[in-house]
């Protein structure tokens, strides 16, 4: 992937999972970004502060006051200069049924899941922006600036996959949701160049994929970011999986 070069990359839950593992094939690029940000909800811990030497900010996608800090610490740091990509990977999960559903975990799982990647997004937009017009690449790419939230095939209303042994609607719903709002933000940002997309990383051996996936973070991260390479205006707004494949809203 050498033609894949990119200046500043911001990672929301890299602290483990498909997050900590996008940190380290950004590291591993040829031309690795100069800037990459990690960040996790609590410092103490977490597994990022090991994976990269840039800043590892801590930053809780359902406070306001933490996603502006982190914000501010990021312009300080790149010091002029936009960011160019921003991974809303972020996420929780709840075990639910329709039955044991409730108001308390609907309004957790989508307040971290929907509404903070919305907030992070519109706390950096000035940064992505900066970016944008700071490039002298035509059309819209994840090298100029671009924003990527990270959802699952099981938001997907057409397919809803493995409903008998995963049902879980409070997940279902909140990333149905980000798949919403991931459409929005390309209509509303494409004019300022900006790329959006949702991305469907696959059934991965994480605390949530558990161990019974058959993908590794290793696996899927590097496929990952081999896809995030190609991304054009032709995948703004889309449902893009980790194989490339456009997945049916």
């Known amino acids: 992937m050498t033609e894949f070069t990119v200046g500043s990359v911001l990672v929301t839950g890299s602290n ?8 380290k094939r950004f590291l591993e690029l040829p031309n690795p970004p100069e800037w990459i940000f990690a960040t996790t909800r609590e410092l103490a811990g977490s597994q990022s502060k090991d994976a990269s030497e840039s800043p590892v900010l801590s930053v809780d996608v359902t406070d306001p006051n933490s996603i502006k800090a982190a914000a501010q610490r990021v312009e300080q740091h790149v010091q002029g200069h936009g960011l160019n990509l921003l991974i809303n990977n972020a996420g929780i999960a709840r075990v639910t049924t329709m039955e044991n559903e409730n108001a308390d975990t609907m309004g957790i799982v989508y307040l971290t899941n929907t509404v903070g990647p919305l907030l992070v997004s519109q706390e950096f937009l000035p940064l992505l922006k900066k970016a944008a017009q700071q490039s002298t690449q035509t059309g819209l790419s994840c090298s100029k600036a671009a924003i990527l939230n990270m959802s699952s095939i099981a938001a997907s209303i057409e397919v809803v996959p493995v409903w008998e042994f995963w049902k879980m609607p409070s997940y279902r719903c909140s990333k149905a949701a980000l798949n919403m709002v991931t459409k929005c933000q390309s209509l509303e940002y494409k004019n300022c160049g900006i790329l959006c ?42 449902f893009v999986g980790w194989d490339r494949q456009i997945y049916p809203w």
Request: net charge positive; no cysteine.
């Open 16 to 23: 483990r999972g498909i997050g900590l593992g996008l940190v």
């Open 197 to 238: 997309t949702s991305i469907h990383p696959g059934w991965v051996k994480t605390r949530l994929g558990t161990e019974k996936a058959p993908q590794t973070v290793e696996e899927t991260t590097q496929a990952i970011l081999k896809m995030l390479s190609t991304l054009s205006e032709k995948e703004n707004g889309s």
